[in-house]
């Protein structure tokens, strides 16, 4: 089992930036793909960025391209999201995930509880 806790959300105005964290603990993430999804109100929840298990493949959504940047960092069984430039319409819960296969789909394994990211105008 791996338990992920998300950290750093919070409220910024437009074109500001935050850092999410997303810190697991019960195994190693060091050999499963790592992705941060978001869910606005109303919506279902969408793919934002991807990261593999080395690290060495990213994508991003078409909508955060350019402006966030997913990384990990193993050896502190950790992975980041860097937004910068931030829109209203950014404004979501932000939930990271972790599991064998590298996807853009919402189909991980296990998920964290989610940060809030409120992006004001």
């Known amino acids: 089992q791996v338990q992920l806790v998300e950290s750093g959300g919070g409220l910024v105005q437009t074109g500001g930036s935050l850092r999410l964290s997303c810190a697991a603990s019960g195994r190693t993430i060091s050999s499963y793909a790592m992705g941060w999804f978001r869910q606005a109100p109303g919506k279902g929840r969408e793919f934002a960025a991807i990261?593999?298990?080395?690290?060495?493949?990213?994508r991003y959504a078409d909508s955060v391209k350019g402006r966030f940047t997913i990384s990990r960092e193993d050896a502190k069984n950790t992975v980041y999201l860097q937004m910068n430039s931030l829109k209203p319409e950014d404004t979501a819960v932000y939930y990271c995930?972790?599991?064998?296969?590298?996807?853009?789909?919402?189909?991980?394994?296990?998920w964290g509880q989610g940060t809030q990211v409120t992006v004001s105008s």
């Open positions: 995930a972790a599991g064998p296969k590298l996807t853009q789909r919402a189909s991980y394994d296990y």
């Open positions: 990261i593999s298990p080395s690290g060495g493949f990213t």
